[in-house]
């Protein structure tokens, strides 16, 4: 029986190992190639020297801060990102909060509409957006990249399972002193969400860090342009250097990587507790 369990459990690692170095092999690759020449990019490329450059440098990454204003795309996606994650969380929480515990007229059928929102594209709506936001005169500027996006069906629904699974006896007991709504969700409900206030925030992050369409759309200087339009600007300025290319990436993951890292614990609970409240 042991060793049966022991050649099943071999099995599923040996599968789990494989997927992961299938995920991790761009960001290899991408890694390997900002330490190496454009040269040795292409023509090492598919190879399995390719992860190992024998002469790095960090010259791709003197070429990025030369060629484009890269600290300023960076300051906007981290201002913009952590507007519209910050904005989310207070927004989204409160009304994930009202649809789980408050009783009013319409709630059902509202909350029926938001989960239908959670299957509408951006690309479906994006066009009528980018009308209305253009009679606002928000265009090229940090508004239009940061107000539509507070707001998130699936935020949304992500707090409104966490919060059925919350004893009601902590609020009622805070009733019972006095406490109003609001010391009740600020001063009870969000130190014992923290887990479901981590997930949505790096499901947040993730999401705007790597947002290109909308940007694309309704930015046209480099004063507001967030990092993702940064990097499709080295295809209009030659020369065409792969190396440079890997090395503005290396900078735009890094943040994302970092702050996974930092959360996984809290982003791992808040998952497997709002899946099985949900």
């Known amino acids: 029986m042991n060793k049966k369990y022991s050649i099943t459990s071999l099995f599923v690692y040996s599968i789990l190992i ?3 170095l299938i995920f991790l092999m761009p960001i290899g690759t991408m890694l390997a190639g900002s330490l190496k020449s454009d040269d040795l990019v292409l023509m090492e490329a598919g190879t399995l020297r390719g992860y190992f450059p024998m002469e790095a440098n ?3 990454y003197r070429d990025v801060l030369e060629r484009v204003p890269f600290l300023r795309y960076l300051f906007n996606s981290v201002f913009i990102t952590c ?8 927004v989204n929480s409160l009304a994930g909060y009202a649809f789980a515990r408050m009783q009013w007229r319409g709630r059902d059928s509202l909350l ?3 989960i239908a929102l959670m299957i509408i ?7 009528p957006l980018f009308y209305q936001v253009t009679l606002f005169g928000w265009r090229d500027t940090y508004l239009v990249q940061i107000v539509p996006f507070i707001a998130n069906a699936f935020s949304i629904y992500l707090f409104y399972t966490f919060f059925l699974g919350l004893p009601r006896e902590l609020e009622e007991a805070a009733r019972i002193d006095g406490a109003g709504a609001w010391r009740i969700f600020f001063v009870i409900i969000m130190p014992n969400a923290k887990a479901v206030f981590a997930t949505v925030a790096i499901l947040t992050f993730l999401t705007q860090w790597g947002a290109f369409l909308w940007p694309l759309m309704v930015t046209y200087s480099e004063a507001v342009r ?10 209009t300025l030659p020369p065409l250097q792969w190396g440079d290319i890997f090395a503005f990436g290396v900078m735009m993951v890094t943040p994302v990587l970092l702050i996974f890292l930092v959360f996984q614990r809290w982003f791992v609970k808040g ?4 899946g099985v409240k949900g």
Request: charged fraction near 5%.
């Open 271 to 274: 998952v497997a507790t709002t």
């Open 83 to 90: 507007a519209i994650v910050i904005s989310g969380l207070l």
């Open 121 to 127: 594209p951006l690309e479906a709506i994006a066009v």
């Open 18 to 20: 494989g997927a992961a």
């Open 226 to 235: 967030p990092l993702p339009l940064g990097i499709a600007s080295f295809y």
């Open 112 to 114: 029926l509409a938001v």
């Open 58 to 60: 960090l010259q791709n």
